[in-house]
C-alpha cells in the first residue's frame, strides 16, 4: 500500500512483558493517545487483544478507534496498514484495510493479526525479543494534499514482580501432606511442597502449592533443581499457572514424582536432599503507558514527558517503573556500596566502641524510621551529627550498615543472623529482620527452638514464631523428647504454654 505513497502518521508501540497480559478473549490493552495535525486534533488508538476476539481465540487482534473528542471532521476516510514490527525495523503479518471512514467512536481491525502459537513457537525471536511486542500502524488520509509526515512511539509496560529463592535441604521422605522445609514467604505471597503416597504405601509425587493474598492476575513459576555445585541441572515446572481455575488464592500443581528423582540420585539427590531453585513472576494487573518520541518529516526526537503529552494531546502522568530489562543491569547497589566504603560526602558518624563509621544522614533517614526520627528532631545526636551505640557489636552494625547502603545482606550464619535480628528491630529494618528470620528458621535445630521462641516473643514477631511452631509440629517426636525442651517447659512456662496451643492449633488446621 506504501508504494510510491508517504505515510501521512506512522504509530509503533511497544508492549513490554506481553506474555503475562491478563485479559481474556474480547478484552483489550488499549495504548496511548496518538493524533496528526491532518487530523485537526483528532485522537486514535489501537486496541490490542491478546487473547483474541470472539471465534478468534486462537490469534492477537488488533483494531484502530478514533476517539470522541468533538474535534475535526465528522468523517475521516483513510487507507491503513497494521504490522509486526521486527528488532531490525522489518514488518511481518501486514494487514491492509482501504477506502474506510472512521467517525468518533467507531474503530476497525483485524481479528487475525497472528496466531498466537507463532508468538510463542518458532517466532518468538523474531516477533516477541524479549517478551515485548512491537506493532506498527501508518495511516495514510485520502484526499488531503498533505505531505506532512509525524511518527510517534509509545510503550506499555506491564508491571511485573520477579521473586527467587533457592530451597536447601528439602527431606523429600517426609509423610504426606506436611510442608517440607517450612514455607518459603514472598511478602504476602508463600510456596509449600508436600509428597502424597501411592495405593501401596510408596511416595508418589512432589506436589507445590502456591497461596496469595493479592488480586494476582498472572503467575508464572520456574523451579529447577540444583546439583551439589548449586547449578540447575533440570528444570522441572516452566510455565503460566492458572489462576482463573484456581480456588480463591490457591494454587495446586506437580513439581516431579518421587521415582524420577531417585533414576538419578547422584545428581538430584546430593547428600540425600533434595535442592531446589524457585523463582515466581507475578502480575497484579498494573501497566505503564508513556509516549517515547515524537519525530517530525522523519527526524525522530526524544521529547520529554510532560512536552510530549502537551505536543500530542496525551496526558500521560510521571510513572515509577518497578520492573528492569533483565539484560541491562543495574549498577545502584554498587554505587551504593561504593559510597559507604569510599566515605565520599558523609555527614554523620555512627560510633561502636572505638570504630567510627562514616554514614550519610540521607541514607540513614530513607532506610531506617527510628534514624529519620532521630534526625529530624532536636535530639543530641542531630546536633553532634554522631550516635553512639553500645548495645550492638562493631560486626553487626557494619553488617547492618551495608544492608541500608545495598539491601543485601551477604551470607549469614546462625550467629550473625541472631546478633542481626535484634539490630534490624531496633531500627525498624523489617525487610532485614525478615531475612534474619529465614536464615534462623533454615539452621533451626531441636536444641535452639527454644532461644528462638523467645526470641519472637520478645520482638512480637508473629512470621518468627509461626515458623517455629510449624518446625516443632514438623518434627514433633524429636523435640518433645529434647531435654531443652523439658527445660523449657519448667523454665518458662507462660511461653511453652502459650507455644503448646500454637502447636494444637496448627495440627488441626493441618488435619482439615
Known amino acids: 500500500m506504501a508504494e510510491g505513497k508517504k505515510e501521512v502518521l506512522k504509530f509503533i508501540w511497544k508492549v513490554e512483558n506481553f506474555s503475562y497480559c491478563w485479559n481474556e478473549t474480547d478484552d483489550f490493552l488499549e495504548s496511548p493517545e496518538f493524533c496528526s495535525e491532518i487530523f485537526e486534533g483528532g485522537s486514535w488508538c489501537l486496541k490490542l487483544y491478546p487473547k483474541g476476539r470472539s471465534s478468534y481465540e486462537n490469534y492477537v487482534s488488533v483494531y484502530l478507534e ?49 496466531a498466537r502459537e507463532r508468538l510463542s513457537g518458532a517466532k518468538k525471536l523474531t516477533l516477541l525479543p524479549k517478551d515485548v511486542l512491537t506493532l506498527q500502524c501508518c495511516i495514510f488520509p485520502k484526499n488531503t494534499g498533505s505531505e506532512t509526515y509525524t511518527e ?53 509425587v512432589l506436589t507445590g502449592q502456591f497461596y496469595h493474598e493479592r488480586d494476582l ?50 545428581l538430584y539427590l546430593p547428600n540425600g536432599k533434595l535442592n531446589l531453585d524457585c523463582e515466581f513472576t507475578v ?61 565520599t560526602l558523609c555527614d554523620f558518624t555512627v560510633k561502636v566502641g572505638d570504630k567510627h563509621f562514616k554514614v550519610h544522614k540521607a541514607v540513614l533517614c530513607a532506610r531506617s524510621p527510628v534514624f529519620k526520627a532521630m534526625l529530624t528532631s532536636n535530639m543530641l545526636e542531630t546536633e553532634k551529627n554522631m550516635v553512639d551505640i553500645s548495645d550492638l557489636e562493631e560486626d553487626t552494625v557494619h553488617c547492618m550498615l551495608t544492608f541500608m547502603y545495598t539491601d543485601m545482606a551477604g551470607n549469614l550464619d546462625w550467629d550473625t543472623a541472631n546478633k542481626l535480628y535484634f539490630a534490624a528491630d531496633k531500627y525498624g529494618l523489617i525487610t532485614l529482620r525478615r531475612i534474619c528470620s529465614e536464615v534462623l528458621y533454615q539452621n533451626l535445630s531441636v536444641k535452639d527452638v527454644r532461644e528462638v521462641l523467645t526470641l519472637a516473643n520478645m520482638h512480637s514477631d ?28 519448667t523454665e518458662d512456662v507462660n511461653l511453652a504454654a502459650e507455644t503448646m496451643h500454637h502447636i494444637i492449633l496448627e495440627k488441626a488446621e493441618n488435619r482439615q
Not at 218 to 240: A, P, Y
Request: proline share 3%.
Open 217 to 266: 492476575r498472572t503467575l508464572h513459576c520456574k523451579i529447577g533443581v540444583l546439583d551439589s555445585n548449586n547449578s540447575v541441572v533440570k528444570v522441572l515446572v516452566n510455565n503460566f499457572l492458572d489462576i482463573e481455575s484456581a480456588s480463591e488464592d490457591y494454587l495446586n500443581f506437580p513439581v516431579i514424582t518421587v521415582p524420577e528423582l531417585l533414576e538419578n540420585q547422584s
Open 152 to 204: 510517534v512511539i509509545a510503550k506499555t509496560q506491564i508491571e511485573i514482580q520477579r521473586y527467587r529463592r533457592q530451597w536447601k535441604n528439602i527431606d523429600y521422605t517426609r509423610d504426606d501432606t506436611i510442608s517440607l522445609n517450612g514455607d518459603h514467604y514472598f511478602g504476602d505471597m508463600w510456596f509449600e511442597l508436600s509428597v502424597s503416597r501411592e495405593a501401596n504405601n510408596q511416595l508418589g
Open 283 to 343: 502480575c497484579d494487573g498494573m501497566k505503564h503507558d508513556r509516549i517515547e518520541g515524537i519525530a517530525q518529516d522523519a527526524t525522530l526526537m526524544l521529547v520529554p514527558a510532560d512536552e510530549a503529552a502537551s505536543t500530542s494531546q496525551i496526558d500521560v502522568p510521571p510513572k515509577k517503573f518497578l520492573y528492569c530489562i533483565d539484560n541491562v543491569p543495574s549498577s545502584l547497589k554498587n554505587d551504593f556500596q561504593n559510597l559507604y566504603q569510599e566515605g
Open 66 to 114: 478514533r476517539l470522541s473528542s468533538g474535534i475535526g471532521s465528522l468523517g475521516i476516510t483513510i487507507d491503513c496498514e497494521i504490522a509486526l514490527l521486527r528488532p531490525d525495523g522489518s514488518t511481518e503479518n501486514v494487514k491492509e484495510m482501504k477506502d474506510r471512514c472512521f467517525r468518533e467512536g467507531s474503530k476497525n481491525g483485524f481479528d487475525n493479526l497472528v
Open 462 to 489: 508473629e512470621y518468627l514464631r509461626k515458623i517455629t511452631v510449624k518446625f516443632i509440629c514438623d518434627n514433633e517426636t524429636e523435640v518433645m523428647r529434647s531435654t531443652e525442651w523439658k527445660t523449657f517447659m
